[in-house]
Nanobody, 121 residues
């Protein structure tokens, strides 16, 4: 599986962005998909995860109520809708694919290249 993340950019506090992650291959729907982020000088952290069907999602407490994750298996794409953005959301955002439901980055087998999100105060 190859993953290509896009949609990052510069936005003001309180603004919104939608990240996309397009996957290659016909087995996309067999993978749990996750979003992680890494801020400068910090470790990569979990953001959101979605089940294979898209019926279940789980978000980190820091983004709960502001971020929404969805997927379109027909388009082999997952999305991260980010609202009410804060400066502390500034990071490189990565999408990843796993065979298991997990919030742990080491359990993900495939990673996209990352897309930069910068929130100005």
């Amino acid at each position: 599986v190859q993953l290509q993340a896009s949609g990052g950019g510069l936005v003001q506090t309180g603004g919104s962005l939608r990240l996309s992650c397009a996957a290659s291959g016909r087995t996309f729907s067999s993978y749990v998909m996750g979003w992680f982020r890494q801020a400068p000088g910090k470790e990569r952290e979990f953001v959101s995860v979605i089940s294979r069907s898209g019926e279940s999602t789980y978000h980190a407490n820091s983004v709960k109520g502001r971020f929404t994750m969805s997927r379109d298996n027909a388009k082999h794409t997952v999305y991260l809708q980010m609202n009410s953005l804060k400066p502390e959301d500034t990071a490189v955002y990565y999408c990843a694919a796993s065979k298991t439901w997990s919030v742990v980055s080491s359990t993900y087998d495939y990673w996209g290249q990352g897309t930069q999100v910068t929130v100005s105060s």
